[in-house]
């Protein structure tokens, strides 16, 4: 059977390795889904394609956070160059400037990030070391409701598994959770633009 997951968003430049610290807790398996179908989610200039086939849909973290983290590597790395513009930060991510301009906006409430009035740009509004990717993931809403998992809304009562189900695995799932929380609150975005200065660099040598 096809469990397939397709998602494709332009990305330009080199994303920090140490993203890779959290990549495995991306991919999440979700039960209860029967059948075949498709979904279709656009947002601007990146999307997502579920195509589903048997019991089980794979399902991602959204990119926001990926994004966002992008950004504030721009913002470390050219912030003596140029202005921040949304604009210019869309043409390093490969998304739309309203995706940008949106995300901006959650990093600002959540006092990560200043935005100057009129064309000023944005910038980091605390020291890098004390801005977590867990701080950074919150913001950005990555998940719905604060819970990584979604849970399949119709187990069978009548069935002596069915009616245990949240019984069995809600704490699992908890502890799955409150693992890649205190994982990501252990990195720093002064960590990403540690790596995003060693691979920009390599990467200006090569040239």
Not at 102 to 130: H, Y
Not at 137 to 162: R, T
Not at 168 to 181: F, R
């Amino acid at each position: 059977m096809v469990e397939h997951l397709t998602f494709n968003q332009g990305v330009a430049g080199s994303i920090p390795a140490c993203l890779s610290k959290i990549k495995a807790l991306q991919t999440l398996d979700i039960s209860g889904l029967q059948g075949f179908f498709f979904l279709w989610l656009t947002l601007s200039r990146f999307y997502c394609i579920i195509i589903v086939e048997s019991e089980a849909v794979t399902m991602q973290i959204s990119s926001r956070l990926s994004i966002a983290l992008h950004m504030f590597a721009c913002m470390e790395y050219f912030k003596n160059d140029r202005k921040i513009t949304s604009e210019f930060l869309a043409s390093s991510v490969g998304v739309n400037p309203v995706i940008i301009r949106k995300i901006t906006s959650q990093l600002r409430d959540a006092g990560l990030v200043n935005v100057a009035r009129g064309t000023g740009g944005v910038t980091i509004a605390k020291a890098p070391e004390d801005i977590t990717l867990l701080d950074v993931f919150n913001a950005v809403d990555s998940i719905e409701n604060g819970k990584l998992f979604s849970f399949h809304e119709n187990p069978n009562v009548e069935c002596p598994v069915g009616r245990n189900i949240h019984l069995i695995l809600d704490d699992k799932l908890k502890s799955v959770q409150d693992a890649m929380e205190k994982e990501m609150a252990a990195i720093t975005v002064a960590d990403v633009i540690k790596d995003t200065e060693k691979y920009a660099a390599g990467t200006a040598k090569d040239k």
